[in-house]
């Protein structure tokens, strides 16, 4: 028989390992995150904003379901939509927030497998490369989060994506172009992404030839910078940069999102932003604050470790993300937590493979380790040929041991609620109730006032689109919508009273009021998870 050597050949069987590794990991993934969907967690207002922005956009409706107003860059909703076009040109009526999680799975898959991709680059061995992406992608945190319908998810793909082609261990210059045009639209699929960008030149600085550093670095931020540019650029030639009467800006977008009240400083008890860190620590406690020391103990060691210099890029943006969250002022979202999950799981998995103990045979910091050899070899020690491997390896196996006993219980726990609970079922009877005939007899000329998570839902049940199936903040906020409501809160039909709308209707004037002038015709789901479904009492004649 006569071998192939050729180097694909040769490059594949070297890869073989990475790839099975890999592929394995990839799978439980898919599995533990694809099971129960769209069960698990609640729908949420911004997912269902998200996916009917989707939905306008595929339909040729415009960039948003009602009036775009700047809140967010377009991009990423413009991405779900090419993701959630063909399910959604299959099965139409599927198209709304449960099963089109479904699309989220790609999302992870590939930014799991980027993950992978860039930890090898960066030194790690297989191993440690498959800690971090099973971190990554199995964490509870993650299988909460990285399953619902969020901008930010797709920003983590394209920031991954962008450190890949950093660290390219070819040191092509279109690489490190194409860097700084992965971080671009990272950045225009959700904002926040800016914070990182330090962070990606740290890891590009290392990962660049001496001799052509400058020409790399200035020419991923030029790429970074012109695809940013396209955002107010597109608002200039629409006449909506600026703020004017009887039209949306983009500067007025930035300044409401700045305006925001925040959510207090983090370690103060009684704020909303220590509820959102009391939420993330509910469901993972050990990948946050494992993650957090990780880095600072990178940080700290670079000085003497080669993993830890390669790991400073991740370890950079977990600092500043946590800085970022430290702030005393700002708004805090849930789902923030998202863009800190690969790095996280990045320098966990590199602090686990940094071995103290060849520094200690090697002579100190800067000297590189002594390479391991067999029996009899050239570098044996001929009085202890084998004692510090095998120091290295129970120590490593016993912290292991130890980090399993202490994480899978809880982690069980977390995962298990995730793949069992059914915290949708309120919505779904809410939205067969409304579909029904002999409960609603004409949709098309009936008006509810709804959120976003069941807005979808209702359209395909027959409900106008803006102005029948009405987004409920749209009510009071929309100038286009309150013209179709000429006499207010009588003009609606029914109130979806879900959870959202109960806790934000005190600050909306009409919805408050339909809500008082209202009564239960419907309830499904108890304590504060229930939807009411509740019909206004003094609507008056059409």
């Not at 993650?142 to 797709?154: K, T």
């Not at 990948?287 to 470790?305: C, D, E, T």
């Not at 079922?425 to 509810?448: F, K, M």
Request: hydrophobic residues 50%; charged residues 15%; proline residues 6%.
């Amino acid at each position: 028989m006569v071998l192939d050597t050729t180097p694909g050949t040769t490059r594949l069987r070297a890869l073989r390992p990475d790839l099975l590794l890999c592929g394995a990991v990839l799978a439980a993934i898919l599995l533990v995150q694809g099971w129960n969907t769209a069960g698990f967690p609640a729908l949420s207002d911004d997912e269902g904003t998200y996916l009917a922005q989707a939905w306008a956009v595929q339909e040729g409706k415009g960039l948003a379901h009602y009036t775009y107003w700047y809140d967010h860059p377009p991009l990423g909703w413009l991405q779900l939509a090419l993701v959630t076009w063909l399910p959604a040109a299959l099965f139409p009526d599927v198209m709304s927030v449960a099963p089109m999680r479904i699309a989220m799975l790609l999302v992870t898959a590939v930014s799991a497998v980027l993950l992978y991709v860039l930890a090898r680059r960066l030194g790690l061995r297989r191993w440690a490369a498959a800690l971090a992406m099973a971190l990554f992608g199995l964490s509870p945190l993650a299988v909460v989060l990285q399953r619902e319908i969020f901008l930010d998810n797709i920003a983590v793909l394209w920031i991954l994506l962008a450190f890949c082609l950093a660290a390219s261990p070819r040191r092509h210059l279109w690489h490190h172009f194409g860097a700084g045009l992965a971080a671009g639209v990272a950045v225009l699929t959700k904002e926040t992404m800016l914070v990182v960008l330090p962070a990606l030149l740290v890891t590009m600085w290392r990962h660049t030839h001496r001799d052509t550093r400058k020409f790399a670095v200035t020419g991923a931020i030029t790429a970074c910078v012109l695809t940013g540019l396209a955002y107010p650029l597109f608002a200039l030639l629409n006449h909506e940069l600026f703020p004017g009467d009887g039209h949306v800006s983009l500067l007025g977008g930035i300044k409401y999102q700045m305006g925001r009240a925040g959510s207090g400083f983090i370690l103060d008890g009684g704020s909303g932003a220590h509820a959102v860190l009391r939420s993330w620590l509910y469901y993972d406690r050990v990948l946050p604050l494992a993650g957090l020391a990780a880095a600072i103990l990178l940080l700290a060691a670079a000085r003497w470790s080669h993993t830890a210099r390669t790991l400073a890029g991740p370890a950079t943006a977990v600092v500043i993300l946590a800085l970022v969250a430290l702030r005393p002022s700002g708004y805090l979202p849930a789902m923030y937590v998202i863009q800190l999950l690969p790095f996280l799981a990045l320098t966990v998995a590199g602090a686990a493979s940094i071995q103290p103990l060849r520094r200690l045979r090697s002579g100190g910091p800067g000297a590189e380790p002594l390479e391991e050899t067999g029996r009899g070899g050239a570098g044996a020690n001929p009085t202890h040929p084998r004692r510090p491997a095998l120091l290295r390896r129970a120590a490593a196996l016993t912290l292991a041991v130890t980090a399993a006993a202490v994480v899978t219980p809880h982690w069980y726990d977390a995962t298990r609620t995730a793949l069992t609970t059914d915290a949708n079922a309120p919505y779904r009877a809410a939205a067969h109730w409304l579909r029904e005939r002999g409960n609603v007899p004409d949709p098309s000329r009936t008006r509810v006032l709804a959120d976003d998570a069941i807005w979808l839902d209702l359209v395909h049940a027959g409900y106008r689109p803006g102005t029948g199936a009405v987004w409920f903040y749209k009510a009071d906020l929309d100038p286009a919508i309150a013209k179709t409501m000429p006499r207010g809160w009588r003009d609606v039909d029914y109130v979806v009273a879900s959870p959202t709308v109960r806790r934000d209707a005190p600050t909306l004037p009409l919805v408050k009021a339909a809500l008082t002038n209202s009564e239960t015709v419907a309830s499904f789901g108890e304590g504060d998870g229930r939807i009411e479904i509740r019909k206004v009492t003094r609507a008056g004649a059409r």
